[in-house]
């Protein structure tokens, strides 16, 4: 089965600040990667997939954007951040049946 | 569009049945899944069922479908602390072949 990483665990940034943060799979190729993000307490909203390298789709208009430049890497990105920007990050990789499995998160916090 | 709905908390006493119950829209629907947030952690496939199936029983885990009313239960069999997390019910969005609608999660808490 495949393995999802993120990285940081928790970053906190000021308002204006540029972003990154990076996903990696492991245990398959070719995957469908997912970039969700969680506001406390609430459910997931899905910011961006890829099905393929340079591939991106975005769902929700906003400040954020993401690429794939390799197979297995996904990455979320930043110019600016806002204050609405923080929230705890999830990065998916999509399986055989389409499951996805999930990264253990990017909690963000943006002062 | 596709829409997956599901109640927000449930409070159940520690060895008794939790049942989580979820509604989608999508009629298409080929896949869906149930999946466990842990405090601060992300989230954990626990179990999926295609939808030409009615019934899957995974331990303590059963997984009922109706598709007909568009309904989707999880069931846990002697509720245990260890058991307290948010619940996400989670379809296939049959339109895209790569997007998976999620609910809002229910939290489960049990009290002793």
């Known amino acids: 089965s495949q393995t999802i990483h993120q990285w940081p665990a928790t970053l906190v940034q000021p308002v204006g600040s540029p972003l990154s943060l990076e996903c990696t799979v492991e245990?398959?190729?070719?995957?469908?990667l997912y970039w969700y993000r969680q506001a406390a307490g609430r459910g997931l909203q899905l910011l961006f997939y890829?099905?393929?390298?340079?591939?991106i789709s975005s769902e929700v208009p906003q400040n954020l954007s993401a690429s794939r430049p390799q197979d297995r890497q996904f990455i979320l990105s930043s110019k600016k951040l806002l204050l609405s920007d923080s929230g705890f990050y999830l990065c998916?990789?999509?399986?055989?049946?389409?499951?996805?499995?999930f990264g253990p998160g990017t909690r963000l916090t943006v002062l | 569009g596709e829409d997956v709905e599901q109640s927000l908390f449930l409070s159940v006493r520690e060895g008794d049945s939790s049942v989580i119950n979820c509604t989608y829209t999508?009629?298409?629907?080929?896949?869906l899944y149930w999946y466990k947030q842990e405090p601060g952690a992300g989230l954990q496939l626990l179990t999926y069922?295609?939808?030409?199936?009615d019934m899957k029983q995974d331990q303590r885990l059963t997984v009922l479908l109706n598709k007909k009313d568009k309904h989707l239960s999880l069931r846990i069999a002697d509720t245990q602390t260890g058991d307290s997390a948010i619940y996400f019910c989670?379809?296939?969005?049959?339109?895209?072949?790569?997007?998976?609608?999620f609910g809002s999660g229910t939290r489960l808490s049990i009290r002793p």
């Open positions: 998916a990789g999509g399986g055989v049946t389409d499951t996805q499995y």
């Open positions: 245990g398959t190729s070719n995957p469908n």
């Open positions: 890829s099905v393929g390298i340079g591939q």
């Open positions: 999508d009629s298409s629907s080929t896949y």
């Open positions: 069922i295609f939808s030409n199936m």
């Open positions: 989670a379809e296939r969005d049959y339109s895209s072949a790569s997007k998976i609608i």
